[in-house]
């Protein structure tokens, strides 16, 4: 399959496959050498179920025409081989298909699929760098800010986190792992490194004002790998993700307690995908640490989406009928204040 096709795939076929089930249906589960927090609920074991009908369909042909089939893992590495990938954030795209390939592999243990995602993993640990960094930027022109430098980074640390905790626990893939981490220690921080909220594409990329949540999503992974090593450092950065409150101008975990709408979050960048996906990383951040004020913060958010953002059908997000433009997506104009339509009008 050629790279200029998979680009053109648009995320609605992908989400048809069953993915987004499965995610749920598996949990995190993360291992914890020094979790605070008592899980209620754990993930049963691998194995424990097994789906019918077109859940079972959608996910046994995504793995046949997709994970084992058309997607292009070579091309996916050769972004950080070459360090020239045609377009910003393309480097997401592998640690986005091998943690799709790895929650299925939990599902199926399909002998098939993991010699694939072996081979992917192996490829990509041949293209870390001497700084340590896995990153599609070079050495001389990190940290990345607008081309999703940070973001490429923490899918890498994702996609390997997952390879390590379903498919195989292969301490070079930790030892790759913790270089790649200590690599951004390294470079992100107070001054003389450059902060982490000075660095992102967003919401500038939609004329508005910095943003940059995406890159404080990379809380999630060093939560995971501090939760796979206990080593004080990454939990330190994690520490310093949540002080610096997500995003360059707002302080996300204080607006979540203060119950601010999700849609006036985050000024002109509202977006649902990197909200979320920084808020895992809180979530994650309260079991190692017990932090009460990221509890309320993630749990206000729950309550808001629940309330305010859940369509009669069962979505949410920037969607119609509630936030027919949103911030975030192309062409967007500014967010109305229409009632959702789970609310009174």
């Keep these: 399959m050629k790279l200029s096709t998979f680009c053109r795939i648009p995320a609605r076929r992908i989400a048809k496959t069953g993915i987004c089930t499965l995610s749920v249906l598996l949990g995190t589960g993360l291992f914890v050498s020094a979790q605070t927090v008592t899980d209620r609920f754990a993930p049963l074991p691998a194995g424990a179920v097994r789906l019918t009908n077109f ?19 070579r091309e996916f590495v050769e972004f950080f081989r070459s360090q020239a990938a045609p377009q910003f954030a393309l ?3 592998w640690g986005k298909a091998v943690r799709s390939g790895c929650m299925f592999y939990r599902y199926t243990q399909d002998p098939e699929l993991k010699s694939i995602l072996k081979a992917t ?14 990153s599609c930027t070079p050495e001389e022109q990190q940290p990345g800010g607008e081309n999703g430098d940070l973001w490429e980074r923490k899918y890498v640390m994702l996609g390997l986190d997952e390879y390590y905790r379903w498919v195989e626990q292969n301490p070079a893939v930790l030892e790759a792992l913790k270089k790649h981490a200590d690599c951004l220690i390294a470079q992100i921080g107070h001054a003389p490194k450059t902060e982490i909220v000075d660095l992102g594409w967003s919401a500038t990329n939609i004329g508005h004002e910095a943003c940059h949540i995406e890159s404080s999503t990379l809380q999630e992974p060093f939560m995971r790998l501090y939760n796979w090593t206990g080593e004080q450092r990454y939990l330190d950065f994690a520490s310093y993700i949540v002080e610096s409150g997500g995003t360059k101008h707002f302080d996300l975990i204080q607006q979540a307690c203060d119950n601010t709408l999700p849609y006036k979050m985050s000024g002109h960048y509202p977006k649902a995908y990197e909200m979320m996906s920084m808020f895992e990383g809180v979530v994650e951040y309260y079991r190692a640490t017990g932090d009460e004020r990221c509890k309320q913060a993630f749990m206000n958010l729950y309550d808001n989406i629940r309330k305010n953002e859940i369509t009669i059908i069962g979505n949410a997000g920037a969607d119609q009928p509630t936030t027919p433009t949103s911030p975030g997506r192309r062409g967007a104009t500014p967010l109305s204040n229409k009632p959702t339509p789970t609310s009174p009008a």
Excluded: A, F, T
Excluded at 55 to 73: A, F, Q, T, V
């Design 121 to 134: 993993v192996e490829d990509l640990l041949s293209v870390q760098n001497p700084n340590g960094s896995i």
């Design 55 to 73: 859940l079972e369909n959608d996910i046994r042909n995504s793995i046949e025409h997709w994970n084992k089939g058309e997607l292009p893992y």
């Design 91 to 93: 480097g997401e795209m």
